[in-house]
């Protein structure tokens, strides 16, 4: 009943046949891929440089191609849904100038990625993506896609190979070219990524902890409500700016250095929806690392309710869900079997994250799908590995 996804293999074998169609040439000298992300909590706590406790998903963005002789660069998206048109042909420019953003919108994350890539000069190259990380569902897309193609860029000019820059640089190609102030998270995690394992990310020092979970009897069931609201875009930035002026107002760097103490004394200072996204965010990072301990102890039951916490939070004191995503929690949490459910990503549509016993999978799904009122697609996952070459023999 879940959907099955191509593995990366059957990827890169369809997107050389793409290849082979619009270049006509010789097959292409490099494939490299580079997973999506499901948070399990510690959500909107990244740009507050708090803790996160994400996992690589064996759902990939997928880049092959081959370099050219002079500054040309040919890009082909075969994702379905990326805007139009879905080739795109520039010039890598040879006086260090900018590559100015422009559309269609998903050759800006490529744009980004080239400007803030680690070495220079870039040859020219062309290249063909494609994905089977869904767009718009909170799993990550852009932040797979800008970690492939700068793997992908290592192939033809190497850098030094240190992984925490290379996050840093695909974040600044999504703050600079798709506009959007993310934090490391996203990134971090594809290029970070280990099998068998979440990872408890730091996002002020930047130090990753992982966390086991390859225990056979549980699986993760994300859980795509297939509806995006227009709010997702515009309340992003607006929840940053909340956050930000509840931590001057409390005279701290930022809300990771801020206590429920701290706000309460605060509490006739803040208006209330100030109040409410700064509660949300101490109180998310708490969970975070009290998560974390419970994944390591095995205490499933513990996380999972943590998880419901998280997703309570984020509707009432952060108002980032919506109708689907709770309906879409309170059905999986009726299920015997089911831990934990909740919202996962920025918010207003996109996906749930469940953590479940391996034997409860097909009566979640079946209860779901008989109480959501959408029609939704699944996907059973366990964490997987970061960004990585692929062979093309």
Not at 181 to 191: A, T
Not at 244 to 251: H, N, Q, T
Not at 257 to 279: F, G, I, Q, S
Not at 288 to 315: C, D, I, W
Request: one cysteine or more; a negative charge.
């Amino acid at each position: 009943m879940a959907s099955s996804f191509p593995e990366a293999a059957e990827l890169v074998a369809e997107a050389r046949r793409l290849y082979g169609q619009v270049f006509g040439e010789e097959a292409p000298r490099v494939a490299v891929c580079a997973p999506g992300r499901v948070n399990l909590i510690g959500e909107h706590t990244d740009y507050n440089q708090g803790l996160v406790l994400p996992m690589a998903l064996p759902l990939v963005t997928v880049v092959v191609g081959s370099q050219t002789s002079g500054q040309d660069v040919t890009i082909v998206t075969a994702t379905k849904d990326a805007d139009e048109p879905h080739r795109v042909n520039f010039r890598l420019p040879s006086d260090g100038s900018p590559l100015s953003p422009g559309l269609p919108s998903w050759a800006n994350y490529v744009k980004g990625v080239i400007q803030h890539y680690r070495a220079s000069p870039i040859p020219g190259f062309r290249a063909v993506i494609i994905s089977s990380v869904p767009l718009g569902g909170g799993l990550s897309s852009s932040a797979s896609l800008e970690v492939a193609f700068y793997t992908f860029l290592q192939q033809l000019k190497p850098d030094d190979g240190e992984k925490v820059p290379k996050a840093l640089a695909c974040q600044q190609a999504e703050h600079t070219h798709a506009g959007v102030p993310c934090g490391i998270m996203d990134q971090f995690v594809s290029v970070l990524g280990r099998e068998g394992h979440a990872l408890l990310i730091d996002c002020r020092s930047l130090e990753a902890t992982p966390v086991p979970l390859a225990d056979s009897d549980l699986v993760i069931l994300i859980t795509n409500s297939n509806v995006k609201h227009s709010l997702a875009g515009s309340e992003y930035p607006v929840r940053r700016q909340q956050c930000e002026k509840a931590a001057s107002i409390l005279g701290k760097d930022s809300l990771r250095d801020a206590t429920m103490k701290n706000l309460e004394d605060a509490k006739d200072r803040l208006d209330d929806v100030t109040y409410r996204r700064a509660r949300h965010v101490i109180e998310e990072i708490e969970r975070t690392v009290q998560a974390a301990e419970a994944l390591k102890r095995g205490a499933y039951k513990e996380f999972g309710k943590l998880m419901v916490e998280s997703h309570n939070s984020l509707r009432d004191l952060y108002e980032v869900s919506c109708r689907e995503l709770d309906e879409l929690v309170s059905a999986a949490m009726e299920v015997e079997g089911v831990f934990g459910s909740r919202m996962t990503g920025g918010g207003f549509g996109g996906c749930t994250v469940t953590l479940l016993q391996a034997n409860a999978i097909d009566r979640t799904i079946l209860h779901i799908q008989e109480r959501y009122s959408g029609t939704p697609t699944f996907y059973v996952t366990t964490p997987s590995e970061g960004a990585r070459v692929l062979s093309l023999s």
